[in-house]
């Protein structure tokens, strides 16, 4: 047997593994609150669903356990062609996904050579440039503005020839502004057409913004645009993992064959096409329908306060605290709110049960005035 051995690798003992990985930064779950005696937690930190599963969500996946024996339908066929009439689009241009996570690293992986650059607002979802990286691409973070929004133009102009990709997050996670359709054509217009344009609608659902709640037709006026959504955040199904892309043929089809073999699960896949039937999108809606009020009143109680909160147009609320976000997240925990802090910069919070918001406005009260530098 031939002895191999790596001078540069005298020291190392274990298995060697890829030296880049050290510089990939980790993704942060929300985690739930240590619970204080006598006080019920909530968990505020990862843009769940505070609503339990349909009843007919579970029954398909209760249906479909008995069959785990087999492997599933590969292409999830069923789920693809229901969300193909459920969205008006031929099933060629959909992708399903294991949550939409999978979705962009199979875009990543489909568009992506080594050393090319993926382009996005920063603060966004903090999975970007965590999957850019791992994907071997170079992530290029465009900051937002004072208001938590995109910097349209800021961000085309980080494009540059080695640009493959620009990342659009629509409301951003986790500042809450989204983006018009009408801006993001005018983006896409102003782009090289080779430069692929993933937009991101995990909270598409709690739009309340004029002609910024459905960017899926943009996929069929430009061949470079992909459209990302998923079952995790209205449909409240993020345990399951389901999510899916929606673009033209050329860039689906590319994705596809970047695809792990059955990856979307039976039980996710029958879950998924439950939650899309009419009886259960009404309940979802109704559902949507009051987490938004709830959203609209918190806003308006956390601005009352003195608080500069963003526009929200997702399930979440975004305080940005600068230094004091890690003093916020422990004052939240010490009353059982698991916030989610981004070191520096602020917390964001999930609009959820109506105590846990009423105790999120308690505690955001106090804590401004305390500190009544934060009042904007
Ligand atoms: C939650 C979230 C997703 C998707 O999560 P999955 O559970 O993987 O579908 C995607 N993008 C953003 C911005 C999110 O906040």
New binding site residues.
Partial sequence: MVKHTDPADAAATGPRVREFLSRVPDYVPGKAPVVPDGVTPYKISS?ENPFAPLPAVVEAVVATASQVNRYADMGASELVADLAGHLGVPAEHVVATP????ALVHVLQAVCDPGDEVVFAWRS?EAYPILATLAGAVPVPVPVTADGRHDLPALAAAVTDRTRMVLL?TPN?PTGPALTRTEVRAFVQGLPPHVVVVV?E??REFVRQADADDHLPLHLEFENVAVVR?F??AHGL?GL?V?YLVARPRLAGAVRRTLVPFGVGAPAQQAARASLRPAQLAVLDAQVDEIVARREALVADLRAQGWAVPDAQGNFVWLALGPLTADFAAAAEAVGLSVRPFAGEGVRCSVAEPEANARLVALAGAFVADHPGLAG
């Fill in positions: 843009n949550g939409s996570t999978a979802f997050c996670n991101d995990a909270y998923t995790s955040k993020p993992r999510g």
